[in-house]
């Protein structure tokens, strides 16, 4: 009757108890990598092979970070691929208009493929492991996510939980609940594409090295930087006499992703850029709800909105050419895409 609300037990729906997502299913393929600018800045991550049980220690320019270990110990480099792959998810997501959580249920095989990993079952023993460390580490820092200083102490996930196995026993499906600290970090963007190449550096040495070229070279076309500062914001736990001739090593193989690296006078390493590194800039055109709706029928079953995630980055990385259309080029995307699954 018109004027009367309906309550429960009278025939009224139920309450709609979960009015709101409380988690993001990592489904985006190909998303391009990112890394939060705090961690690629200052040393939280142990470059060690072997379980490292030091409590680190580090001060420079006001910014402190003590980083402390669990059992497992303290979390490495490598580990970092896990974040790296969850922050991408949500990057792309939040690009596409998709409403994003700091829980993430992610596939434990897109995540090893995505990070060029191998998929044996000693891989995803290793992942578990990663996952221990991740969860045991604890930061505590007072440096600046999302423009909010606050000196707190915590894990770099807040917990991890096996949701599915197989039948032999290998993870399938994990769900991650990421710190506050790094979530504030996706929401304010506070993150930089890295190259794909990243993942394929074999040395923990070499991938911090890169991070701190990406984050310091930015926008300039070059970063000098003495190799006393460079051994100290590398976290590493070398001399500098050892740590220098590492460097060197680095400048005659000559494959660190994007930079090129020269030793000055002085003992200052130079960072040039050999290459454009995607930056954040003028987003491409909206598309059309009848564009979305195409792709729908040339990839039947695609989730649109991660296919327009994945053509923006890719527009991005091509340098934001003029679009006549970006309609057409969208859709021309799409098809190429479909054309290489068939």
């Not at 792309?92 to 998929?119: K, M, P, Q, Y």
């Not at 990663?130 to 505590?140: S, Y």
């Not at 499906?173 to 970090?185: G, Y």
């Amino acid at each position: 009757m018109a004027g009367t609300s309906l309550t429960a037990g009278q025939g009224a729906l139920l309450p709609d108890r979960h009015p709101q997502v409380d988690f993001f299913v990592c489904d985006i393929f190909d998303a391009l990598p990112k890394d939060d600018i705090a961690t690629m800045e200052h040393p939280v991550f142990t470059l060690s092979t072997r379980p490292d049980r030091r409590i680190l220690s580090y001060e420079h320019r006001g910014t402190t970070v003590e980083v402390t270990p669990s059992m497992k110990g303290l979390a490495t480099i490598h580990d970092k691929d896990i974040l790296i792959f969850c922050i991408s998810q949500l990057m792309a997501a939040i690009n596409a208009g998709r409403a994003v959580s700091r829980t993430l249920t992610l596939r434990a095989h897109d995540l090893l493929v995505a990070t060029n990993r191998e998929t044996s079952g000693d891989a995803y023993r290793r992942l578990k492991e990663a996952f221990e460390r991740l969860a045991g580490t604890r930061i505590t820092t007072n440096i600046v996510t999302g423009d909010t200083e606050v000196t707190s102490g915590f894990g770099l996930i807040e917990s991890w939980e096996i949701v599915k196995r197989s039948r032999g026993g290998r993870m399938v499906s994990v769900t991650v609940t990421l710190s506050d600290w790094l979530f504030r970090a996706v929401l304010s963007k506070s993150v930089l594409t890295l190259s794909r190449d990243y993942f394929r550096l074999r040395k923990p040495l070499e991938r911090r090295i890169y991070e701190l070229a990406r984050k310091h070279c930015g926008k300039q076309p070059e970063w000098r930087v003495s190799v006393e500062v460079l051994l100290k914001k590398s976290g590493s736990a070398s001399p500098r006499r050892v740590f220098r001739k590492m460097i060197r090593d680095m400048i005659e193989q000559g494959h660190l992703p994007d930079y090129e690296m020269v030793e000055e006078e002085g003992d200052i390493i130079r960072f040039t850029r050999r290459a454009q590194v995607v930056e954040e800039g003028p987003a491409a055109p909206p598309l059309s709800a009848e564009a979305l709706e195409r792709a729908r029928d040339i990839m039947p079953g695609a989730d649109v909105y991660a296919l327009e995630a994945e053509w923006r980055d890719f527009w991005a990385s091509s340098g934001r050419p003029r679009l006549r259309s970006a309609d057409r080029a969208f859709l021309g995307f799409v098809g190429k895409k479909a054309g290489r699954r068939s």
